[in-house]
């Protein structure tokens, strides 16, 4: 089935001995309660759209006649049934059940049926024909010659299927609405199943007053939403997240989105703490979608899992499809696709949070590292009289991102993280961190790049100072530009290697190897690189033996242990403060983590303080003997097996 409104009324036909057989391109067989085959002949099928909110099917029965079957959303299948008592006759009843139905949460739709004569559907045919092979308006044409057969309608009933929520799915937006997230309802089910639905999944709480601006007249419409707004207004709560949730249907919308109206409408929304739009198009919800994101600025995330979610998805800034009932159209067009929706919570306050941490550093620290090489070169033009001449030699230049700083950035963006999984589901509230943009802003870039020059003048000016006097070896040579540039640069390596460091929440083994192992692979690279020439004389002439001369300079190794620590005290400073003093949210519960994690291992410590092995125990036989039941445990620590005998008689027990 296409849907499970079609399974749901398949297999309801089979309860009463009708039968789905087979279909075919132009043809349905099924089998009726006389266990007789029946063939009907599909003349032609005016597909479900948006606007439409019905389907339609022509066909002709064994017997004859040409019928047209019809089903939809009550509201569109209501109106256009015939004002006979013959057409109507189930109409009260009907009405009766659908609102039972819609108590109940279940999602329903109409069925009717017409009939039409021979003379009648051969010029509708026509007309048909031309509407779908229309190069112009070819849906409005279509919307048209579909109304010319969809009318007069004969109610047949109505079918209910139980649109249930899956499993964790109040638990997922009670998260989300402590993290602060305005969660909005589009939905086409009607009114009365939107607010069970929305009470059963807790978007909609009892103590929370519920605002219906919902109205057949426009004018009320409008006098409803304004009248709330100066409400709010007077008490000074417009744009907060008040204890409200607003509901309002899909031809209230209509009238709401006009355009002397929507900026009123769309204030009123936003502060609410929900809302709830029931009856409406997937083309509703996708401008719905889009004035949100014009009007707040914010970046909004759709939902969905059917093809009426569709257009919602690809208008929000993220979309996310759930893989589901209602097919793989929802999916095929969101950025991410999941299993269920309690899959979001994970999605947003884990890897989102885990990822926006990640790509702030990457990008921060990729801006920092170079500027603070690069900035040299305009430090030491000063002493070069604007000449040209480089500082460093040109191939460590072009190695500086490929080698010696490569690592960190991927340290940074793959493995670093700042609470554990488990920590970020239990807080939603860690969110805010991401949703305020605490860790990449305009302020955070400045603080990154004034840092950056400020390491850069201490890494060129503290080296230069040092070596002012001039320094000959024994073996004639003095040291030059390449001696303070490759000082300067083995420097730069450290400090930004060390300052990766410094910003990560989480050392992995990846972390201590991008970090060491870049350090290290400098060093290796200017031993190996200065003993090239003049075995290969393409390369590093005026490198030849450089190592030689670094390392038997004692203001080479000076430098090397001094300037990093200068260079880093305010970091190491600035950020001890922070963590003591100015602890968010996340450090507190980094610093939870460590303790809890410190516990754990205590109490796995033996007598003799080393950790002892995973425990197990067994029970190796349990006996009844009258009314006792005896049951002897052993229980294994480290190496050791303890047992221990107990009976029902026994309180532990």
Known sequence: ASSPDEKALVEGAAEYKYTFVSKTSNSVTIRNHLNKQETFEVLAIIEFTSTRKRMSIVVRTPEGQIKVYIKGADNVILERIGKTASHNEHQENTGNHLD??????LRTLCLGVSDISEEAFKDWSKKWKQATTSLVDREQEIENVANLIE???RLIG???????LQENVPETIEKLLEADIHVWMLTGDKQITAENIAKSCRLHKDGTELVDVSDDVPTKVRSKITDRLEKLKKNGKVGQNNEITLIIDGKSLTHAMEEDIRNDFIRLCTSCKAVICCRVSPLQKAEVVELVSKFTKSITLAIGDGANDVAMIQKASVGVGVSGNEGLQAVNSADFAIGQFSYLARLLFVHGAWNYSRISKVVLYSF??????YIIELWFAIYSYWSGQVIYERWTIGMFNILFTSLPPLALGIFDKTCSAETRESNPALYKTSQNSELFNIKKFWLWIGTAIFHSVLLFWVPMLAMSTGVSWSSGHTDGYLIL????????VIVTCLKAGLVMDNWTWFS????????????????VYSSLWPSLKFVASNMAGLFMLLFNSPVFWSCLLLVPVLVLLTDCTATF??????PSESDKKRKEEKKNKTLRFDSHQGESGLPLQEQASKVVFNKKN??????????KEGNRWSAKVANSDDEEL
């Open 368 to 373: 920092y590292k170079n500027i603070t090489l």
């Open 100 to 105: 039972d139905f819609a108590r109940e949460g």
């Open 512 to 527: 201590h190897l991008s970090i060491w192992g870049s350090i290290a692979l400098w060093f290796i690279f200017l031993v």
């Open 626 to 635: 009258g009314t006792t039941v005896t049951i002897k445990k052993e229980t």
């Open 577 to 582: 403060v922070k963590l003591k003093f100015f």
């Open 158 to 164: 109505a079918t209910a299927i139980e649109d249930k």
């Open 485 to 492: 540039g490759n000082t300067v640069y083995s420097l730069v």
């Open 151 to 153: 009318g007069d309608l």
